[in-house]
Each structure stands twice: as C-alpha cells, then as structure tokens.
C-alpha cells in the first residue's frame, strides 16, 4: 500500500520558516520524481516545487528564492522548506510522487495545511 505522508504544517507570521516534510512508503522512492503542489481556497492546485530522481529542481517563480526542495532517499522523504513566508502562501500543501512509465504511476498525500499570518 502506497503512503505519503506530510508533515510540518502550521500556523506561521509572515516572514517566518516551515519546513514540510514527506515520507513515503511502499514505493521505489529514490527512483520517483517528487514534487509538492499547493492549493488556496477557491483556486486551483498548482507546482510549487519539484525534484527529480537525480535531484535535478524545478520552483514555480512565486517561490523562487525563498523555497527548497531536497530530499533524503535513505529516509525516503522529500522536504520542503518555506523562508521569507507571505499571505499569499497560505494553501494546503500535498506531497506527489511520479514515476515515469508505459503507465505512469502518480501518488498524493492527504496535505497539510499552512497558514501565514500579517
């Protein structure tokens, strides 16, 4: 049975850190693209970061330079860590897994909420 499973949300000032974290279970993780998504109330999910099998990283531009995706393939967890947080990166964050195939096999966590407050 396939698990991600988040961790690290929170309640947070603006300026303030979070680090996320993932870890998951019942896959070849350190063979899967991982990737954390977020969604706001009343939009749509969107990338927020994601990190290749060889580690090779990807941000969306409202997180550049304040976000890091890493992640530790012996503890089978992938990471976020959220600096110089603003209002408008308040979402539930969900973990992803990918892995590329003749059927690709895509996995989600249950989320977990963050919250920037002014």
């Known amino acids: 049975q396939v698990q991600l499973v988040e961790s690290g949300g929170g309640l947070v000032q603006a300026g303030g850190s979070l680090r996320l974290s993932c870890e998951g279970s019942?896959?070849?993780?350190?063979?899967?693209?991982m990737a954390w998504y977020r969604q706001a109330p009343g939009k749509q999910r969107e990338l927020v970061a994601a990190i290749t099998s060889t580690s090779i990283t990807n941000y969306a531009d409202s997180v550049k330079g304040r976000f890091t995706i890493s992640r530790d393939n012996a503890k089978n967890t992938v990471y976020l860590q959220m600096n110089s947080l603003k209002d408008e990166d308040t979402a539930v964050y969900y973990c992803?897994?990918?892995?590329?195939?003749?059927?690709?096999?895509?996995?989600w966590g249950q989320g977990t909420q963050v919250t920037v407050s002014s």
């Open positions: 019942g896959i070849n993780f350190r063979i899967n693209n």
């Open positions: 992803n897994s990918l892995l590329y195939g003749p059927r690709s096999l895509v996995y």
